[in-house]
């Protein structure tokens, strides 16, 4: 396969088929070298064609709780009491400065990512 930029749907297709018949090559070969290069590509046009966006701050901490085990009950004092952290994941309160900095800390999450803005539900 010739390697150049994917600019169609078409390419993409041809590209991710390609990818398959040569993923497991042996580390080293230029099959191998064509699978890491045709990556790149099909991840440059991914990004583009396919954004995937980040998840809101609660589906995020709601994400990272599932993924480290932990219960609601886990995140009191680190947000506050029972009902707060209720609340916040809930979507009825606001998370504030200092609740996204504790859970930051506590779940190893991007601050950047807690202060997006996000919906309340009444």
């Known amino acids: 396969m010739t390697l150049k930029l994917i600019k169609t749907d078409s390419e993409y297709q041809e590209a991710l088929k390609r990818l398959e018949e040569i993923f497991d090559a042996k580390i080293g070969t230029p099959e191998s070298d064509e699978a890491d290069i045709l990556g790149l590509l099909i ?26 085990d932990l219960k609601q009950k886990d995140l009191v004092g680190v947000i506050g009491g029972k009902s707060r952290v209720s609340e916040i994941l809930n979507r009825k309160k606001k998370l504030t400065v200092d609740m996204v900095r504790s859970l930051a800390l506590r779940l190893n999450l991007s601050a950047q990512i807690l202060i997006n803005d996000y919906k309340l539900i009444k």
């Open 43 to 68: 991840d440059e046009y991914e990004k583009k064609h396919y954004p995937i966006e980040a998840p809101d701050p609660i589906e995020a901490i709601k994400i990272r709780m599932e993924e480290m």
